[in-house]
């Protein structure tokens, strides 16, 4: 099996952060048959987040088109689908521990994700992620 790239929006505290778009750090796993190893950091600025990069919409690549899956805890439909479009899977879910994030997608058990919030995602004051 060639290995899958998972990436796992993470806050300072290493939960899974609660909004893909304002998600700075991502930690980015190899999950083969036989193990999952973290295999680096993404780190995004501002301007670099899910969200700036959607509104922008200039056609461009995101660094997350990296990788076959990405969790985080909510996200909304237009970057969900824009992801997609170049085979990224972008999945949420309230779990807030990465490895069992992966441990529950890998076996199909993952909780989903609670609703997008899109007032909250386009309300100023949102700008950063809150950790």
């Known amino acids: ?12 505290n290493g939960k899974i952060s ?8 991502w930690n980015v796993y190899a999950v083969s048959d036989q193990k999952t190893e973290k295999v680096w950091d993404m780190n995004l600025t501002r301007e670099g987040s899910l969200h700036e990069w959607h509104v922008r919409g200039d056609g461009n690549r995101h660094p997350l088109h990296s990788v076959d899956i990405a969790i985080c805890g909510s996200a909304g439909e237009g970057v969900t689908r824009r992801l997609a479009e170049r085979q990224t899977r972008l999945i949420t879910t309230t779990e807030t521990d990465p490895l069992v994030a992966i441990e529950g997608y890998l076996a199909n ?23």
């Not at 099996?1 to 300072?12: E, G, N, Q, W």
């Not at 609660?18 to 750090?25: L, T, Y």
């Open 1 to 12: 099996m060639t290995d899958t790239l998972i990436a796992v929006a993470t806050k300072d």
């Open 109 to 131: 058990t993952l909780a989903p994700g609670l609703p997008h919030e899109e007032a909250e995602c386009l309300d100023p004051a949102h700008r950063e992620e809150v950790h």
């Open 18 to 25: 609660p909004h893909a778009g304002r998600a700075k750090h």
